[in-house]
């Protein structure tokens, strides 16, 4: 008779399963814990650029381009128009104070200074015929004051005889009294005549300064018209190289018209167009520097245009020390302008990584060599060479400088030799 086996709960082949499970479940426990979570790519060191961090002095500055002038310029204005008669010199040349470089001709001014002259005549004349006037007025009135003087005399002696005849009643009182009324008549006349002469004297007096004051002033101004008429010979004021000359024969010149430009020569200076996000930050007294024919030249910041055109400032630098010998008017030269003090601090060389990370990470490369991770970092400071760090990298780490363009968005790079 069949007999009812007891089924086995632990078979081999059951036990097998469980272990295979079991294994399969270890392993993607270990690979779910023990996996790298980031994303990664391979990378051969060759096409990347490696650079140390570094502790050091840093200073900030930026390089600007220059342009040489001379230090002081002086500029040919016509102060007087006309036109242009003759050239003495051409631009380029070297000038003497005083030398001549152009002549110019006016007619209008030469007719108005004859009309001057004519005018000074007349005043003069005017002048001179108010003080002969005033001299015969001065003879007239003494010729008739001396008359007076002596009719008063003969007419005091008759009245004085009269009155001693009538107090002896040997004359009539109307012939005393025709005497008398003589006499007052005389003296009234001299009193009226001497009054006259006053207000005379005092008139032509003031004639005569009025005048004076009148010719002195038409003296003046006919010094000043016949000054404009030099003027139409324009001279070198200073000594130097004529830069320009914009004038030639036969063409009009108006009155304060540009003729040309005289470079003294004894110093040069940079002008310079900076940016106006550092317009807060340039200040007279900050140095640069410019590499000429290999040697180093300092310039300090003399100057500081506040206007600023087309997003850009002008700056004047002038050398400190020696001048390159060899630098000419209009030449651009490169200036490392600094724009602090010389500090220790943690830096790392530019690269093209920045147009990427924009300064806020970068990837550092493990003690072994053989990987770079992604790390945020913090920049501050940035000059031609390096960027300054703040915070998330230490003197003496690796990192990639390089571009991160090919990179993707990978947390680690593996490096492949």
């Known amino acids: 008779m069949d007999r009812i086996l007891e089924k086995k709960t ?8 469980i272990v295979s ?11 779910l814990a023990f996996r790298e979570n980031s994303s990664k790519v391979t990378i051969s060191r060759d096409r990347i650029t490696i650079a140390s961090v570094r502790y050091g002095k840093f200073q900030e500055f930026i390089p600007i381009n220059g342009s ?5 310029t002086l500029y040919l204005d016509a102060i007087e128009g006309g036109r242009v008669e003759k050239r003495f010199l051409e631009a380029g040349s070297y000038v003497n104070q005083g030398d001549p470089i152009l002549q ?18 007349q005043q003069s004349n005017n002048l001179r015929n108010t003080q002969l006037a005033m001299e015969q007025n001065r003879l007239a009135l003494q010729s008739e004051l001396l008359e007076l003087d002596y009719q008063f005399k003969k007419i005091a002696r008759v009245n004085e005889r009269n009155r001693q005849l009538l107090e002896k009643n040997l004359i009539s009182d109307r012939e005393f009294d025709e005497s008398n009324d003589e006499y007052d008549y005389l ?20 004639q005569v300064d009025q005048l004076k004051a009148s010719l002195i002033r038409m003296e003046e101004n006919l010094a000043l018209v016949k000054l404009n008429q030099e003027n139409l010979l324009i ?69 500081i245009y506040p206007e600023v055109i087309n997003g850009q400032f002008q700056i004047d630098m002038t050398f400190i020390g020696p001048v390159p010998e060899d630098i000419r008017r209009g030449q651009t030269v490169r200036i490392r302008l600094a724009l602090g003090d010389l500090t220790e601090a943690t830096m790392i060389p530019r690269g093209g990584f920045f147009s990427k990370t924009g300064g806020q990470w970068v990837y550092v490369i493990g003690e072994d060599g053989a990987f770079a991770t992604r790390r945020r970092i913090r920049l501050g400071r940035q000059n031609q060479d390096d960027y ?10 690796q990192v990639i400088t390089s571009s991160y363009d090919t990179f993707g968005d990978y947390d680690r790079i593996i490096l492949n030799n």
């Open 68 to 72: 040489i002038v001379p230090i002081r």
């Open 187 to 206: 003296v009234n006349r001299r009193r009226l005549t001497m009054q006259s002469h006053v207000q005379d004297s005092i008139f032509r007096a003031t």
């Open 10 to 17: 632990w078979t081999a082949k059951r036990i097998g399963l």
């Open 235 to 303: 001279r070198a004021p200073v000594s130097g190289h004529l830069t320009s000359l914009n004038a030639e024969i036969g063409e009009s010149k108006v009155r304060g018209e540009r003729l040309g430009q005289i470079d003294i020569l004894d110093g040069f200076k940079a002008q310079i167009m900076v940016d106006e996000h550092y317009i807060t930050r340039v200040r007279p007294g900050q140095r640069g520097g410019v590499t000429l024919g290999a040697k180093r030249y300092e310039l300090l910041v003399d100057k």
């Open 388 to 397: 300054e760090i703040l915070e998330g990298l230490e003197a003496g780490e």
């Open 104 to 121: 110019l001709s006016n007619t209008s001014l030469l007719l108005d200074i004859m009309y001057r002259e004519a005018e000074l005549f």
């Open 21 to 31: 499970a079991s294994v399969v479940t270890i392993m993607a426990v270990y690979s």
